[in-house]
């Protein structure tokens, strides 16, 4: 259940709310959307009484939600709800953003050639990974913390935000302290501590799907990061498993406009992984924008035939350039525009 | 193994190919693609020995396909296939096509009230089904020839062309004496005497994919009706079952550039049955036109709430008014542009 | 609703509940189980009335089946539906039987020698392709008729019961005349007027699971058999499409409880096609028995390594006559036997 | 590859060939399996130069493993390892062993009302989560430490040794404090910090199957565990994602088989997660044991209505106690027999 307060409503009001529901013995949540704030109850009794809530002041009304994941559910908000990760880079906006680069962090003069490159061609944030959660024991797992200070390197160098994967709660505040977006990849989307630690960040963060999660297992998902506080949660379908072999996943792209029915996150998609084939990127980033995307993910490496880790799936910087012009219109059938690119670092 | 002739090569030289191949034990079918003509070899002696057969007089080459489905491969033709529906009407080309209709023909009211809304909003194909494979044998199963011949008078009235389905050997004549295109269903993909009897008719084939077929499946599925000597495949993408309970089916658009990739068929998508949600069908269909696709397929009823079959799926005559409005944005995207209307019948 | 009857029940008692219901707008349909007689009853009337049905002579109760399924459903049938393949061989009793031989037949040296290898090691019937579906349409076919006359040999020879696929309706004549039990397979599943045929037919049909069907539509696909009045069906499990590669397919043993949870129909499976890979036929047959399943499927050639189709997952003689050894323990497990081999035709 | 020592080598001897392979330019790994020792080598000069190991002292030979998962891979043991869980307890041995109890520990009288019934019934480890990955945020997620130290208790009670999940590096210590057996859950399966975790530990792991992961990856799983050096290693199948519904998963009993041709680990099955049906567990258990299963993980409470989770599949005590008395004859049919009970504490 939501106690839902007026816009505006004063801390004492919220409050009051607050106080009126413990002592019903629910437990609470305030969530805050832009002016409106909203209680959210959990627990409490059966029959879900409400006592004097309606009327206490400052309250608009109270919304039952029967929805399992009820942060995450579109009841709560009609909207998408926009998240401002650096000075004027938004998704979940009117403009789609793109986010590229190669899969891992592999030195300096790779990251830095691809950022510059991405940029150029008008990329607003730089994907790349220093933790690398891999197959095989044996399989190149990035360079960790070095890797992480290349990609502040190269922030700096071009202006590019950053998203980067962390994958545990050990290495979490490391990642998170260089990442604009933090990552959380789709074979840890249920591993619960890395969620709730999520959830406690500041930074907004990118969820991806599992490999065969449903839609409603992602935004249980999400709610677990919710549930912690942090409501600047990103979606991001990336394909599922299948019985076809000719792709590497299947690239659900009905997910886009299911999530934005069930739910107010944004919805970004991933191209790369959602094919693992790089002549299928472009056809499936332009398809992901007319079916409504807020963003892709997309792989780039200056050299994919020297790439440590998915070069199949990654396009060089001059397919990535050619990919770029094509997204205005697609983007447009969706009625959006793409971001501009952000101002030069000077 | 294909032998190569070179354009307008004379019945006498390609008689010479065929004459050289059968002596050497493979079997032999003519390849007509345009101005060009190939032939085709199968069987015969291992190893592949071709004798004097590269330089019989008109022969360009010999092209070993080591392909599993020579006829739909990419290997024997660069572009994709233009298939003429009717005069002016073609799938494969330029223009991206829009069939439209609902998914069983009802009565006269219901078709032609939908073929007039549909015609309106600038479809240039309508659909129906006359005979409707269900999964319970106590729903409506169609209304057979006397739905044919409600598709008939529809297409007098609207000069649209006409696609529907044939469900068996036995209907068949029936139904290729009354359409333009012959739909075999998904659940028939693998229903090899109708894919022979679709390769010996004179009409364009829409081929739908299989609940689970992979598209290697679907191309083998193709080849049953091109090795019959119908070259006229058009392929359908219509959605594949996956474990999401959201959607219907799961909309593999990957599948869209992936068999552009493998075949020069052309090939369509089915945003209806590849979600079973009105509400995805137009995202999807835009999505479709921006991964390439030639072409939709898309449930429209008058009613929605009172169709006999996939209503929920189904879009009104507004909706889809309003989806034809977002196409073109989306053909462009993909470098192409919608099918021109018809001329109306006078 | 199915009115059930007392045992010997009169056909006056019966007639008067047809009429009755007739007269009330139903369509109804006499089942016959051993001594009980039900009569079901479709269509209608809203809100299901029933009159003096129930008190009518004759009449013991009214079960309203709310199952999509009513005749295929448990409801009907506590029991498994015992089929008298041909005296002696019964599916669905107390006793396990196995179906084996080669996936095709190929020609009379090849079936006699799989005839008397599995005849010898215990097995009550006789499997083999004469019409064969193939993914290809390059694959060896089946000899057809000339198949049939071969197994007619072999039943002659060796006193075997014969079960062999129909493929359409165009055969299906040539088919049941030899066949003691009519397979329809997987990928026919769903191909309706086949169904619908085999429902006119006398003889006991085995129906595949198709490729990714679920348990409901393998049962909806029964009812089309059961509904035209063939109320011989033995459902047959025998792997579904999955993401794994190691094995062929993925044989869902679930299915076998589960279906005896929801049918009275006897239940075999395949573990030939269910794994594709003969070392694991002998483990996922006795796995089958030990979960409870009617009888097995299993594909046995004199030299596998010679056959023209399904080789790989063929077993040898000797391999075969040593599962048959393992099998007893697997049914007891189950608390079921073997059957008895047939008495030897003199 | 592997350098295969001679029974009884001496460490002089496995001390020369890691030096010589060290100086190669490999990394080296010992392999301990009962009184055989093999050295692994990885990385190292492209061609696999081994240069004099073939020909030091004790060397019996090399061993090429192309194994993407050398050390789980069949090609370095032939028979099955045998992990002694606590004395008296093997699970790869001769006997089939018995896992049993309540999904979650839920307060100390339940768990030992359940230890107490199936060690009557004649299991040999208590199962019994107190840390719970669940789906929702809002479910009860196990009481954590209090939980451990109800399972202590239980063993102190009854000498059931004990399987626990342990669901993140942070408690790993606290749950391998008191675990035998410690689980690596589905949803964990991917979660490599946790692997590496578990590949410390002296306890043995029972690696749970990812709920789409294919055998290759389960294995590559284990490898991780495997390559920090801890060979205990217990593979679970407890089914995978699929289209099918009526089931919670689709237990994939050829796993077991498959994984016992591809890997020389100790393989389990879980009929209660693998259906989600408590019908049905009995069937599943039966056929895995005659599939070959080196063991099953039952879910038994003694009031199933009232769990606090996994209720559905949940058996009672009653229920588990004649489950029991079938498992004999299963096993059996696989050439096994069931282990003893453990002897009483006193």
């Known amino acids: 259940m939501f106690v839902v307060m007026r816009p505006h409503a004063t801390p004492a009001e919220i409050g009051e709310v607050i106080a009126h529901a413990r002592a019903l013995g629910y437990e609470t ?3 805050v959307q832009g002016e409106r704030v909203a209680v959210g109850l959990w627990g409490g009794p059966d029959g879900q009484p409400s006592g004097r809530l309606a ?14 994941h009820p942060l995450a559910s579109r009841a709560i908000d009609s ?11 938004v998704i979940g906006g009117s403009d789609v953003v793109v986010m590229a680069g190669p899969c891992a962090v592999e030195n300096e003069d790779q990251l830095l050639a691809a950022a510059r490159g991405v940029r150029a061609a008008g990329a607003t944030i730089l994907r790349g990974g220093a933790f690398k959660p891999r197959t095989s024991p044996y399989s190149f797992q990035g360079l ?37 977006i933090v990552q959380i990849g789709a074979r840890n989307m249920q591993h619960y501590p890395l969620l709730r630690r999520a959830g406690r960040s500041s930074r907004p963060i990118l969820l991806k799907r599992g490999l065969s999660a449903t839609l409603k ?6 709610e677990y990061i919710l549930a912690e506080g942090n409501m600047k949660v990103i ?19 009905a997910a886009i406009p299911s999530l934005h029915e069930l739910s107010h996150l944004p919805v970004v998609a991933d191209p790369s992984h959602g094919t693992g084939r790089r002549s299928l990127v472009g056809p499936m980033a332009r398809a992901a924008l007319a ?25 060089d910087l001059e397919a990535f350039r050619r990919l770029m012009e094509e997204l205005p219109t697609a983007a447009e059938s969706a009625g959006r525009a793409m971001a501009a690119p952000t101002t030069p670092v000077t």
Do not use: K, W
């Open 144 to 180: 960790g913390e070095a890797g992480l200070a290349m990609l502040e390197a190269a922030r700096r160098e071009t202006g590019l935000a950053i998203v980067t994967e962390a994958v545990d709660v050990a290495s979490f505040d490391a990642v998170e302290a260089v990442a604009d």
């Open 291 to 315: 079916a409504g995307s807020d963003g892709l993910l997309v792989e780039v490496h200056p050299e994919p035939g020297m790439a440590l880790s998915d070069g199949p799936q990654s396009m």
């Open 55 to 68: 009327s206490l002041p400052g309250v608009v009304n109270l919304v039952r939600v029967s929805s399992p």
């Open 79 to 89: 909207g998408t709800t926009r998240i401002e990760v650096v000075p004027g880079v």
């Open 29 to 31: 949540r305030e969530v």
């Open 235 to 253: 979606l991001c379908e990336r394909g599922v498993r299948s019985f076809e072999n000719y792709t590497r996943n299947m690239l659900d792209l």
């Open 217 to 222: 297992e992602l935004l249980l998902a999400a």
